[in-house]
């Protein structure tokens, strides 16, 4: 009896093998086919340009630095990572007959409109769409198809691939406040609207050296302590900052701020900071945060969350620059 049905059972081993082998060929060749999101060698890229609703994010390859919407600069991390994320899409299925029609409506009309450009012309073109409502997953189709796919990102869990192809701007934007060495700092003027006594100037140069003020009178250089300067001086780097969520309201930034900081660099480059105390709604104990505070920076154009930790060392005053 067994040997009568041990025919049977290898033939269907070998059946099942075979069908395991055609499923994963198959599958090879539709990533084959269509891992052709990204225009192959990302190196080469020099813009992306991302679209939804109305609104546009341009990122630009200038002098191998990369801008967004031609001003501000891009996140080297936030770059590399979805240049990595166009070599690792990969194809799950087709979409069904079934909700072909609706998935095409989804994309085209909801999702991100996508354009990589090499040699300053369009190499690529998709639109990528997230799902969350019907059968969950992010949904990709090159513009020139109508044949959608539901994808997945090589090495990633997560399913909403649509997210990384961000349409916020702070998303992309650089948030590093001061990543400076001593050398590059020609001048630091701190006010302290509120309590002015102790606002500073310093000031360095080839020919004076390093020049201590109270804005408006110089600090004899015996009464100046110059290491305790220099020292501070290193302290402007590796401070970064958050973009606020749009939940500050203006009311909080239209007053004095506590602080003015503006630093500027030997090459003219300034960089300005204004400081705000952020308000604790519902604490009756602490009238304002602890730990973090508002900004305004690049001009009054952006608002940020900094934190008195990174900060507290360049919120000096000019008496800990004067020799007792």
Not at 210 to 219: A, E, F, G, Q, Y
Not at 290 to 306: P, S
Request: proline content about 4%; glycine content about 6%; aromatic content about 12%.
């Amino acid at each position: 009896m067994i040997r009568k049905y041990s025919g049977h059972i290898a033939f269907l081993f070998v059946a099942a093998v075979a069908l395991l082998i055609l499923i994963n060929q198959r599958e090879g060749i539709l990533v084959k086919r269509y891992s052709g999101f990204s225009p192959g060698n990302t190196s080469s890229i020099d813009k992306i340009v991302i679209s939804q609703a109305g609104d546009t994010v341009i990122l630009e390859r200038r002098d191998n630095q990369w801008t967004m919407n031609g001003i501000q600069t891009v996140r080297d991390d936030r770059l590399d990572f979805i240049l990595s994320c166009l070599k690792r899409i990969e194809i799950v299925s087709p979409v069904a007959k079934s909700v072909k029609d609706n998935v095409i409506e989804q994309l085209t009309a909801d999702g991100r409109f996508v354009r990589i450009f090499v040699g300053g012309k369009v190499k690529t073109r998709f639109y990528v769409y997230y799902d969350a409502d019907g059968i969950a997953g992010t949904y990709m189709m090159p513009e020139q198809s109508k044949d959608p796919f539901m994808v997945r990102l090589k090495g990633y869990s997560g399913s909403n691939i649509e997210g990384f192809f961000s349409m916020n701007p702070s998303s992309w934007q650089e948030n590093i406040l001061f990543e400076l060495r001593p050398g590059e700092i020609r001048e630091v003027l701190l006010e302290y609207p509120a309590s002015p006594q102790h606002s500073f100037r310093i000031r360095q140069d080839d020919k004076d050296g390093i020049v201590l003020s109270d804005l408006s009178t110089t600090v004899p250089k015996e009464h100046t302590d110059l290491q305790e300067i220099q020292d501070y001086l290193f302290f402007f780097n590796n401070i970064h900052f958050e973009y606020s969520d749009g939940s500050v309201p203006d009311a909080m930034v239209s007053g004095l701020p506590f602080a003015n900081l503006k630093v500027v660099l030997k090459t003219n480059r300034e960089i300005d900071l204004k400081a705000y105390y952020l308000p604790v709604s519902g604490n009756a104990a602490e009238e304002y945060d602890m730990n973090r505070f508002i900004g305004l920076i690049n001009g009054d154009r952006d608002t940020v969350m900094l934190d008195y930790a990174d900060m507290d060392p360049v919120f000096r005053q000019i008496e800990d620059f004067q020799k007792k």
